[in-house]
C-alpha cells in the first residue's frame, strides 16, 4: 500500500512540475515582444530518494526553481554599448542641424552674401556716379547684416532647443533612477527568500541599458542582488534602496541650461555639466557647448572684420556730394553680438548717395574706396592676416561638413555594432515560439502520463481493496 500511495505521490509531483512548466512557456510566449526579456525554464531536479533496507527507492522529480537564460557578460557589454550609440545618435543629430544653418548647396548661404556685399561695391566701382549701383549696394548690405542675424538666432535656437532636451532627459533619467532604486528593494524582498527574481532583474537590467543611453554611468552589483550606479565620476544615482535626483537650471551668466547634482537632502548641488562624457546627454552637450558656441564666436570675428574693415575705408572716402563718408554698418541698440546687431548705418539707409565711392574732392567718377571696399573680400585680415574673408568662411563651414560627416558615419558604425550585439543576445536570452511550441507539447505529453500513473495506480489500490474484501 506504501508503495501504491508513493506511485500517486510521484504523479501527482509530475503533473504539477508539467503545470509549472506549461506556465513558464506560457510566460514566454506572452513575453515574446517584451523589450529586455530573458527566456525562462524550469530547473528541475531528482527528488530525495527513500530508504527500504538495501533498496533506494526514487521518488521522482521536482522543480527546484524558474531560471531566466542570459549571459550577463552580454548584457553589460550591450547595455556599454548602447551607450555610445545615444551619444552618436544624439551628436550627429545635433550637428545635422548645424549644418543646415551653413547649407551652401540647396540654400542662399552667407558665402553668396558675402561675394554679393563686395560684387555690389566693385559694381559701384565701374560706375560711382549711379544711384542705382548705390541702392543694390545698401541692399547688399542690408542682406548680408539680415545672414549674419539668420545665422546668429539659427545657432542660438539650436542652444535653446539642446536646452529643453537637456531637461526632458534629466527628468526622463530620474524618473528610471528611482525606479531601479525601488526594484532592488523588489529583487532583494524576492532573493532573500532564495528565489530568483527574474521578471524584476530584466526589468532592471533594461533599465540600466537605456539609463546608459540617456547618461554615462558605472554600475555594481553588491549583496542582496542590488546594483549601485554612479554618474559623472562620483555622482552616486542609486545605493541600496535610496536614489537621488539629477537637477536642471539654467545658469544666469551663460544662459545656457546646466545639470548640478546633490549628495545629500541639505547639500549643496554642485555642477556636474563637464564631466558628462556619453550616452544622448554627453553628445548635444559636446555641441551645445563645444561647436555651437565656437561658430558663434567665429561668425561674431567674421562680422566684426568686416564691419570694422568696410567702415575704416568708407570713413576716408567721400559721398556722391563729396561729403566725408560715415560708417557703413553699425550696431543695433541694445545688440549683445555684432553678428546679432550688425546694420546698415540710419544715414546711408536714408539716403544711398551718402554712400562713400571716391577719394579726392570735385573729382566725378573717382571710384578710389569703391575698389578699395571691394578689394577687401581678397585680403588677408582674418586668423592674424594668415586668410582671406573666403578662407576663414571656407574653412568653418568645411569643417561642420567633415565633422557632422563623421559623426553620421560613427552613428551608422555604431548602430551596427548594437545590432550585432542584439541578434547575439536574441540568440540566447531570446524567445523562439518553435522551441515553446515543442516544449509545451513535452509538457502536455508529461501531463498526460502522469495522469495515466496515477490512474494506473487508483486501480492497483482497488484492487488490493477488493482483495481483503474476498
Request: glycine share 8%; charged share 25%; hydrophobic share 35%.
Given at each position: ?20 512548466g ?10 515574446k ?8 525554464r ?35 557589454q550591450l ?5 555610445k550609440?545615444?551619444y ?15 547649407n ?6 552667407m ?15 565701374n ?8 541702392t543694390?549696394?545698401?541692399?547688399a ?24 532636451q ?8 530620474n ?19 532564495g ?19 540617456k ?6 552589483e553588491?549583496d ?11 555622482a ?22 546646466q ?6 537632502t ?29 561658430l558663434?564666436?567665429r561668425v ?39 553678428a ?28 578710389t ?29 568645411g ?6 560627416n ?38 502536455q ?16 489500490f ?9
Amino acid at each position: 500500500m506504501a508503495k501504491i500511495n508513493s506511485m500517486m505521490d510521484i504523479g501527482k509531483r509530475s503533473m504539477m512540475n508539467s503545470q509549472t512548466g506549461l506556465q513558464t512557456v506560457a510566460h514566454n510566449i506572452a513575453n515574446k515582444t517584451t523589450e529586455g526579456y530573458s527566456r525562462q525554464r524550469v530547473d528541475q531536479v531528482t527528488a530525495q530518494p527513500i530508504t527500504e533496507g538495501r533498496i533506494q527507492m526514487g521518488q521522482g522529480a521536482r522543480a527546484a526553481q524558474i531560471s531566466r537564460i542570459n549571459n550577463p557578460a552580454l548584457d553589460k557589454q550591450l547595455q556599454m554599448e548602447g551607450g555610445k550609440l545615444g551619444y552618436a545618435d544624439a551628436h550627429a543629430e545635433a550637428l545635422g542641424r548645424v549644418e543646415q544653418v551653413f547649407n551652401e548647396q540647396q540654400n542662399k548661404g552667407m558665402n553668396q552674401y558675402i561675394s554679393d556685399f563686395f560684387n555690389s561695391f566693385r559694381e559701384l566701382a565701374n560706375n560711382p556716379e549711379s544711384l542705382t549701383t548705390r541702392t543694390l549696394v545698401k541692399e547688399a548690405g542690408d542682406a548680408l547684416a539680415t545672414d549674419f542675424k539668420r545665422v546668429e538666432n539659427q545657432l542660438t535656437e539650436i542652444q535653446r532647443d539642446i536646452d529643453a532636451q537637456v531637461n526632458m532627459h534629466v527628468s526622463e533619467i530620474n524618473k528610471m533612477v528611482k525606479e531601479i532604486g525601488e526594484l532592488n528593494e523588489k529583487v532583494a524582498t524576492v532573493e532573500i527568500q532564495g528565489v530568483p527574481a527574474n521578471d524584476q532583474r530584466d526589468r532592471r537590467d533594461l533599465l540600466l541599458k537605456k539609463l546608459n543611453e540617456k547618461i554615462d554611468i558605472k554600475f555594481s552589483e553588491g549583496d542582496q542582488g542590488m546594483v549601485t550606479v554612479t554618474t559623472a565620476g562620483n555622482a552616486m544615482l542609486v545605493s541600496g534602496y535610496d536614489h537621488r535626483d539629477l537637477e536642471a537650471s539654467t545658469d544666469p551668466k551663460t544662459d545656457r541650461v546646466q545639470i548640478f547634482f546633490k549628495e545629500s537632502t541639505n547639500g549643496l548641488p554642485y555642477n556636474i555639466t563637464d564631466r558628462i562624457r556619453s550616452g544622448a546627454l554627453g553628445g548635444i552637450l559636446n555641441v551645445r557647448d563645444g561647436l555651437a558656441e565656437d561658430l558663434h564666436d567665429r561668425v561674431n570675428e567674421l562680422a566684426e572684420s568686416i564691419a570694422s574693415e568696410v567702415n575704416s575705408a568708407h570713413v576716408q572716402g567721400l559721398d556722391r556730394k563729396s561729403r566725408q563718408g560715415g560708417v557703413f554698418f553699425e550696431l543695433e541698440k541694445g545688440a549683445t553680438s555684432v553678428a546679432g546687431g550688425l546694420k546698415v548705418s540710419e544715414e546711408i539707409a536714408s539716403d544711398v548717395g551718402r554712400i562713400a565711392s571716391a577719394a579726392h574732392d570735385k573729382a566725378p567718377g573717382d571710384n578710389t574706396v569703391a575698389h578699395v571696399i571691394g578689394n577687401l573680400q581678397f585680403k588677408t585680415m582674418m586668423d592674424d592676416g594668415n586668410s582671406t574673408i573666403d578662407d576663414f568662411y571656407s574653412s568653418e563651414i568645411g569643417q561642420v561638413g567633415v565633422l557632422a560627416n563623421r559623426a553620421n558615419e560613427s552613428r551608422k558604425s555604431q548602430a551596427g555594432v548594437v545590432q550585432q550585439l542584439g541578434t547575439l543576445r536574441d540568440s540566447v536570452s531570446g524567445v523562439s515560439l518553435d522551441e515553446e511550441t515543442v516544449k509545451m507539447i513535452e509538457y502536455q505529453k508529461s501531463f498526460d502520463a502522469s495522469a495515466r500513473l496515477i490512474k494506473t495506480a487508483d486501480e492497483m489500490f482497488d484492487t488490493v481493496l477488493n482483495l481483503k474484501r474476498m
